[in-house]
């Protein structure tokens, strides 16, 4: 009797543990209230939530590859550059236009005043001296209309190439000998008087203002050739040699022909006798 009592508590025993360990078992798989051991859900992101990140991540790379790309240029630099190419071609439009009217003023003078030079009335200081009141006149408007004038309208569209039309040409010592007869020419000048002329042609201005414009060319050559050196970048280091040797070498025809007008007076002046005035002037 004893042994079938302690037989019967102990499998109430056994049912009694599997239920604890069943209904612990439970309790865990389900967690607190049923969501403690569940892992949280994952938030679902709305269609225009997805569009807005897919827009950013594409604009973020096409603005990489954009910055990367060799001929990357930043808009600053480019709208600098396309301005400094707008002067350039300005400046050469201005040196073209300006070399025409110059080449028309050389015809004009040959033109209208070379005849007066035949006439039979002409005072008999001024006959057979032609070419010293003119000078080399006939040379100038020759190496300007024949070639130089054709050079400089081929630079129109190509800025940078004006300066090599200056340096590929001898003729520009022409220059130095007119600057150095201008005085003989200016002294032969004031024998005579172009009034008549000039009231025949209807003109404002008279010949002495007309045989001045080879030597103002030679200062408006050198004038815009310094311009042209100030609107070219550092980095352009041929184009600026070749600006430079232009403008050094217009600047020395133009010394070059008061050197010679100093040579000649130190020649006419008679140094036993002192140095004129006149002398003097040169060596200033």
């Known amino acids: 009797m004893e042994a079938a009592l302690l037989t019967r508590d102990s499998a109430h025993r056994c049912r009694s543990d599997s239920v604890v360990s069943t209904s612990s078992a439970s309790s865990r798989k389900s967690g607190l209230w049923g969501i403690l051991d569940a892992s949280p859900p994952t938030p679902q992101r709305t269609p225009f939530l997805r569009r807005l990140l897919?827009?950013?991540?594409?604009?973020?790379?096409?603005?990489?590859?954009?910055?990367?790309?060799?001929?990357?240029?930043?808009?600053?630099?480019?709208?600098?550059?396309?301005?400094?190419?707008?002067?350039?071609?300005?400046?050469v439009e201005e040196m073209v236009t300006t070399e025409r009217e110059y080449v028309r003023s050389l015809r004009y003078i040959i033109h209208h005043y070379f005849p007066e030079m035949e006439r039979a009335d002409l005072?008999?200081?001024?006959?057979?001296?032609?070419?010293?009141?003119?000078?080399?006149?006939?040379?100038?408007?020759?190496?300007?209309?024949?070639?130089?004038?054709?050079?400089?309208?081929?630079?129109?569209?190509?800025?940078?190439?004006?300066?090599?039309?200056?340096?590929?040409?001898e003729q520009f010592s022409l220059y130095a000998l007119y600057s150095k007869n201008k005085p003989k020419s200016d002294a032969l000048f004031c024998l005579t008087s172009d009034l008549g002329k000039q009231l025949e042609l209807g003109d404002k201005m008279d010949l002495s203002s007309y045989l001045?414009?080879?030597?103002?060319?030679?200062?408006?050559?050198?004038?815009?050739?310094?311009?042209?050196?100030?609107?070219?970048g550092g980095t352009q280091e041929a184009e600026l040699t070749a600006l430079q040797d232009a403008t050094n070498m217009v600047k020395f025809q133009l010394r070059h022909g008061n050197d010679l007008l100093a040579m000649d007076a130190i020649r006419e002046c008679d140094v036993s006798r002192g140095v004129s005035e006149e002398c003097w002037f040169y060596f200033l």
């Open 54 to 91: 897919r827009s950013s991540s594409s604009f973020e790379e096409s603005v990489r590859q954009d910055v990367c790309s060799p001929g990357f240029i930043p808009p600053s630099s480019s709208s600098s550059s396309s301005s400094s190419r707008s002067k350039l071609r300005h400046i």
């Open 123 to 169: 005072p008999q200081d001024l006959r057979g001296k032609r070419s010293v009141i003119f000078g080399n006149l006939e040379k100038l408007l020759d190496f300007h209309s024949q070639f130089f004038l054709r050079e400089l309208e081929a630079c129109w569209k190509h800025p940078l190439r004006a300066p090599h039309c200056f340096l590929r040409h």
């Open 212 to 232: 001045l414009k080879p030597v103002q060319r030679m200062s408006k050559y050198a004038l815009l050739l310094s311009d042209l050196t100030k609107e070219v």
